[in-house]
């Protein structure tokens, strides 16, 4: 009970953090006035606008919550390491694993709110321009919180790690670069040195595929929901990278000097 | 004045059986700059020990190693060798903090939250609740001076108004131990004066105080003991009081005749009048006989305290030469 007080009271700070600083609202700002521009398909009489709209608000979805977690995770520790923030917390009888937990919930948190909002103005949108969306968009949305669990863990481990601004990088590379890297794995010729394959074939088990939480284009194509074992296995395996990841996370943060 | 620069002792006090407040053995912190970086050695071998209810200042230059034994009391940092416990947990223990309090040197707070919002989120953490937290988080608020600014966030807080709410954090949780790293550091003088009676205040209702501070005046008026570091090591340990009395200097001036020599060797010659200092009242006096039985007019005694800030410069002069 006394874990979890001290993770929520940390996670709570965190969020309040986020909250007064204002930068998400920029985002759902942003976010809102790139899906309102979609209807000006609508005017120009595009063909499959249902279609069109559907991809652009999603897009719009996953773009910025992916950012948008990438930042907040990105931003927990070395801003607070950098304002000696973190002396007088630790100074309290906490453990260093908690404050990792804690951090690491706070902008989870953050995150999948904003998804929520995110959510809520492109359905607005949509509804709106009379646009159907399927039920898949339930699992759409759990998909994309998984990706937030995962992604977040990533950049918070690697915060601590590199400087915010590589860490930034890196992470993105990885978000955005597993899905071209197991693209061109399948592309590779079969000249390709064995050892070389091997390497390759090693990176691609060991990098997450943020890929598979990406139901976007069966939404934009209103496709059926997915078969429930599939969600569970995705699930399973995002939860296996987060564990994973914020495993190493504390593991780092403890052994850090302040 | 002659400083005997010494190795530091086992100071003048009883050997208590309570656990002690703090305890060092064998402290050894080096940073290591990069993977090939030349290790820099901030702690070389300290010993320190503070007993319960007791004050101690800890004193050094710039780069003595008094931040980095401050981190690693509190576990901000682990050491490279020896052993740290404090209230009798190794400091390792995120439960040796319980019943700390602890001042950074420079206000480290967070600029987003109110006044009232960071003593609640320390106070949570320290693990109080509900009313009390509330109730416990106003008094402190009072106490330090900022009844009133509750709900004001600290970015708008003055360096001196972060300070107290600084202190104010450290003591919410009635702790028995207290950690300061530099207290007043930023406050204007109404500020220290309530500093320093809080503090006071606490070393009455007998709480242990470990702290480091380039304000030697205020050492003086607040410790039982003062250990000063250098290098990384202790290059002294004194008992406070017996260290001032061993400063005092006794003083005797007389009117000096025109064309006159000094009555005495040694001395000083100012606007007509000769004085010197003695560390003893007898000698004083002694030569006080001497200069009335040599008909001198204006004979004048007095007594000075002793200067900390001048024992301090001189030892860690003698350091470095």
Redesign the interface.
């Known amino acids: 009970m ?1 874990h979890f ?2 993770i929520r ?2 996670a709570r ?1 965190s969020i ?2 986020t909250v ?2 204002k930068d998400v609202y920029v985002v759902l700002i942003l976010a809102g006035l790139m899906m309102a521009a979609g209807g000006v398909f609508q005017v120009l009489g595009v063909k499959d606008l249902d279609t069109i709209l559907r991809d652009v608000s999603l897009a719009v979805v996953s773009l910025m919550s992916t950012l948008l977690c990438v930042v907040l995770a990105v931003r927990q520790f070395p801003e607070e390491i950098q ?3 973190l ?9 260093r694993w908690h404050l990792v937990i804690g951090k690491y919930l706070g902008a989870v948190a953050m995150s999948v709110s904003a998804l929520a909002l995110l959510m809520l103005i492109a359905w607005a949108n949509l509804a709106m321009l009379n646009i159907p969306v399927g039920a898949i968009i339930w699992q759409y949305l759990l998909l994309r919180v998984m990706a937030i669990l995962v992604v977040s863990a990533l950049a918070l481990l690697l915060s601590l790690l590199l400087t915010p601004a590589a860490a930034l990088t890196v992470t993105l590379l990885v978000v955005v670069g597993a899905s071209t890297f197991s693209n061109t794995l399948l592309l590779l010729p079969p000249t390709v040195p064995p050892a070389l394959l091997f390497l390759l074939r090693a990176a691609y088990f060991a990098l997450p595929h943020i890929d598979l939480f990406d139901l976007r284009d069966k939404v934009t194509y209103s496709w059926p929901p997915i078969p429930g074992w599939t969600v569970g296995f995705l699930v399973a395996y995002g939860l296996f990278y987060t564990s994973l990841f914020l495993g190493l996370a504390v593991y780092r943060f403890r ?1 850090q ?2 | 004045m002659h400083v005997e620069v010494r190795e530091p002792a086992a100071p003048a006090r009883k050997l208590s059986r309570v656990t002690p407040a703090i305890e060092v053995r064998g402290l050894h912190v080096t940073y290591r700059r990069g993977w090939r970086g030349r290790p820099l050695h901030a702690v070389r071998g300290l010993d320190l020990q503070v007993e319960p209810g007791e004050v101690v200042g800890f004193i050094g230059r710039n780069g003595a190693g008094k931040s980095s034994t401050i981190n690693s009391l509190m576990g901000f940092l682990e050491p490279s060798a020896g052993e740290v416990s404090l209230l009798g947990i190794p400091s390792a223990d995120p439960a040796s903090r319980r019943g700390v309090g602890y001042l950074p040197e420079v206000a480290l707070y967070y600029p987003w939250l109110t006044a009232m919002e960071t003593l609640q989120l320390y106070g949570e953490l320290e693990g109080l609740r509900g009313g009390e937290l509330r109730r416990r988080a106003g008094e402190m608020l009072e106490r330090v001076g900022l009844a009133g600014r509750e709900g004001e966030r600290l970015q708008r807080f003055s360096k001196g108004m972060l300070q107290r709410v600084g202190i104010a954090q450290a003591l919410l949780g009635n702790p028995r131990l207290l950690i300061l790293d530099e207290v007043t550091s930023g406050l204007d003088p109404v500020g220290r004066r309530d500093a320093r009676d809080l503090l006071l205040e606490q070393r009455e209702a007998g709480v242990s105080i470990f702290f480091s501070s380039h304000e030697l005046t205020e050492v003086a008026q607040l410790c039982d003991r003062i250990i000063v570091v250098h290098g990384g090591r202790v290059i002294a340990e004194e008992e406070l009081g017996d260290l001032m009395r061993r400063l005092e200097r006794f003083t005797l001036s007389a009117a000096l005749p025109p064309g006159n020599d000094p009555p005495r060797a040694g001395g000083r010659v100012l606007r007509g009048r000769w004085s010197a200092e003695f560390t003893s009242v007898y000698d004083r006096d002694l030569a006080a006989a001497e200069l009335e039985k040599a008909g001198y007019l204006g004979i004048d005694r007095g007594r000075q305290e002793g200067d900390l800030e001048a024992y301090f410069v001189e030892l860690v002069q003698g350091q470095v030469s």
């Open positions: 006394q007080r001290t009271t940390i700070a309040l953090e007064r600083r304002r000696r923030t002396y007088p917390l630790l100074a309290r009888p906490i453990s052994r000097m302040l």
